[in-house]
């Protein structure tokens, strides 16, 4: 159904406002009038009067004046065009005046009114004021002069002169302001105009460049930034949208998000938060997933907000996606590290307490051994059993302090391609006959600084995990490659398996103590746990690839160094451990101290017991004889061993020191240094003691640190 259409109203004329005009202007065109009428009326009844009224006369006297006046007055209410009508008017007049031989008159008028033209298109206010004073003097003259000497009298039989002047005077005068007063608002009205668009070219470029500056701003910016309309069409993507998720701007402005962007799961909540961004919601941060065009999972923080026109009404939304996939990736690395440090801790502390325990055990199971008759050969069995075992729980130790970076090392300059090389006729027999191995091994692999056995160790484990995974047999394939230059030089070692593979979730917890995928008996869970940890240790990185099905690899890089393998050193030999001299033993453990008391007093020497820092004084201070060795743990209650046996050797100035720890030298008192060469590392055995103990006798002295 159609609405009725009703007529329009007629326009108004265009004209002129009335707040354009003076305040004086309206009473003077009213008295103008009025003595206009006045003056037309009486001239036209003296001329009658005189000679009969005429056509002719009616025509000059009355209508023509009349005419000029009415336009005039009809130009204040209609506009501007009514003032060409009095022109033309005014020009019929002069005619006619000229035709009748009065050229005076004609020239009285017509040429002030010419002057006054020329000068008001010209000149400014001031100049316009002069010349309307002057034309109107020159038109009065100019009329009286002509009605009173010239031919227009006898022509027109005009009796009344002073009248007509009078008339004449305020007739012009009449006309001249009113041009004047036309000329000033045309004048005024030109230089609002240029103005006006002077102003609009000034904001006209000034919004241009704002828009270059707002566009070269989101086109610079590292973020994802995006606008929609409500319907949904993309408005802006810029550059950064393009690099992040793959769509051009050209393709996507115009038109909807592409569908593949925004995962299945999460379409109908990112279609809720649109709608409640476009009711008036702001997001702050909201963390979301988001796919590329290559598929690739990005995580966003979306910072949005609905765009308002100036009539406050919602025309779309406006936002920000922050890429945070790099940033979530670390703090997982983080949060991983943080963990794997805080189990290292766990693992080390356990460790070392267990340390202390095989030590009584291993070293008593010892004493009890040399103790036995060559008739005893069922107990002489059964207490090798329990060094076995001790022998066993010190390779788990070892395990767990290497995984804590606190394992007592020997680390030196080698060539792990070398090390790898020569451990290869024992790694195929442990790996078994249906696995295939594979060595590719540079023969300009450079030098490293790690601990051979712990070298070992790491190939070792990698290979029984490759094996595990390959239960019907494969391939095992170990490289060893330079990597970098300079100060980020490497060797890169790789060890890479045809196996079963794992997922995202199990490749998380791999390097975690404990940690198996295996059958319950056939795995502890320290494997990769103690790689992780002797490759940290050694400062280096250890990386993991592996998707099911499609095998696994581990690729190990190690700081490069460029010096030599310093030639090796031979070991004391076991018949001079020995001696006679004062032992001052410094241990909190009761069983470790019993056992290292029975085994330096049956290796001959003279032994002084002390649990604490206390009776370690009071030993030191006690004493008679001279002291030859102070042996202290470095882990004691109240003063650490290392600050200990420094006090102690101000007391003691002849005495030589020998500390022992469970944990690696520069790893059991923080930041204090320990001399490599002046530890002996838990646990250790009868030979170990009696062989560390001489070697530190016989040493020249040496400050502790």
Not at 1 to 30: G, H
Not at 41 to 60: E, I, P, Q
Not at 354 to 383: D, K
Not at 430 to 446: E, Q
């Amino acid at each position: 159904m159609t609405e009725p259409v009703t007529a329009a109203p007629p326009a108004r004329r265009e004209s002129i406002a009335d707040d354009v005009w003076p305040r004086w202007y309206r009473p003077l065109v009213l008295v103008g009038l009025g003595v206009s009428l006045v003056v037309s009326l009486a001239a036209f009844a003296s001329s009658a009067a005189r000679a009969g009224a005429s056509a002719d006369t009616a025509l000059v006297y009355l209508l023509l004046p009349l005419g000029i006046v009415g336009s005039i007055a009809a130009s204040r209410r209609y506009g501007a065009a009514w003032i060409y009508v009095a022109a033309a008017l005014l020009d019929v007049t002069a005619v006619l005046v000229a035709s009748r031989a009065a050229i005076g008159l004609a020239f009285a008028v017509i040429l002030p009114f010419a002057g006054l033209v020329l000068v008001l298109t010209q000149g400014g206010s001031r100049a316009r004021r002069l010349a309307f004073v002057a034309a109107w003097a020159a038109s009065t003259a100019g009329m009286a002069i002509a009605l009173t000497v010239g031919p227009v009298s006898d022509v027109v039989g005009l009796h009344s002169v002073a009248l007509a002047v009078a008339g004449g005077a305020v007739f012009v005068a009449f006309v001249h302001l009113h041009l004047v007063l036309l000329t000033e608002l045309r004048s005024r009205a030109v230089v609002a105009a240029e103005a006006e668009l002077a102003s609009r070219r000034e904001a006209e470029a000034e919004l241009d460049r704002t828009s270059r500056l707002l566009s070269a701003i989101v086109d610079a910016s590292p973020v994802p930034t995006q606008a929609f309309t409500t319907d949904g069409r993309v408005v802006l993507w810029n550059p950064a949208s393009e690099r992040v998720f793959g769509w051009a701007s050209g393709e996507i402005v115009g038109s909807r998000l592409p569908a593949d962007m925004t995962p299945i799961d999460d379409r109908d909540a990112s279609a809720e938060r649109i709608r409640r961004t476009i009711a008036g919601s702001v997001a702050h941060g909201e963390r979301v997933r988001r796919l590329s065009r290559d598929g690739r999972e990005v995580w966003v923080d979306i910072y949005a907000a609905p765009m308002v026109d100036a009539d406050g009404r919602t025309i779309g939304v406006a936002g920000q996606l922050v890429d945070v996939t790099e940033r979530i990736a670390l703090e997982g690395q983080l949060r991983q590290a943080a963990k794997m440090e805080a189990v290292g801790q766990l693992s080390g502390g356990i460790a070392h307490d267990f340390n202390n325990m095989l030590t009584a055990i291993r070293g008593n199971a010892q004493l009890i051994r040399a103790g036995l008759e060559p008739g005893e050969p069922e107990l002489r069995a059964e207490v090798d059993e329990i060094l076995a075992a001790s022998d066993r729980a010190g390779d788990l130790t070892r395990q767990l302090l290497a995984f804590a970076r606190k394992a007592a090392v020997e680390p030196q300059v080698l060539d792990p391609a070398a090390v790898i090389r020569g451990f290869m006729p024992m790694l195929g027999r442990l790996i078994g006959v249906h696995v295939r191995l594979d060595v590719d091994l540079a023969d300009d692999t450079g030098w490293v600084l790690a601990d051979r056995g712990q070298l070992e160790q790491v190939v070792l484990n990698l290979a029984l995990n490759a094996r595990d995974a390959m239960p019907d047999g494969g391939t095992l394939r170990i490289e060893s490659a330079n990597g970098g230059s300079g100060p980020s030089s490497a060797v890169v070692i790789t060890v890479s398996d045809t196996g079963c593979g794992m997922d995202q979730a199990t490749r998380a917890r791999i390097f975690e103590p404990f940690f198996t995928t295996k059958e319950p008996g056939k795995g502890t869970g320290m494997g990769l746990a103690t790689v992780y940890g002797i490759v940290t240790m050694f400062e280096g990185t250890i990386r993991v690839d592996s998707e099911p099905e499609l095998g696994t690899t581990f690729t190990i890089r190690l700081p490069r160094v460029s010096e030599a393998p310093p030639a090796a050193g031979g070991e004391g030999d076991a018949d001079q451990a020995r001696g006679t001299e004062t032992v001052l033993l410094v241990e909190d453990e009761p069983a470790v101290r019993t056992f290292a008391r029975r085994t330096l007093e049956r290796l001959g020497y003279t032994v002084l017991e002390a649990a604490d820092d206390a009776q370690a004084f009071a030993h030191a201070r006690g004493h008679d004889g001279s002291i030859g060795l102070i042996l202290s743990d470095v882990v004691l209650p109240g003063t650490p061993g290392p600050a200990l046996v420094r006090q102690l050797v101000e007391l003691r100035p002849e005495a030589r020191t020998l500390l022992c720890s469970g944990f690696a030298p520069e790893a059991s008192v923080g930041t204090e240094r320990i001399d490599p060469a002046r530890f002996l590392a838990k646990p250790y055995s009868q030979e170990a003691l009696a062989r560390a103990v001489r070697i530190a006798l016989d040493a020249p002295a040496a400050p502790v640190a």
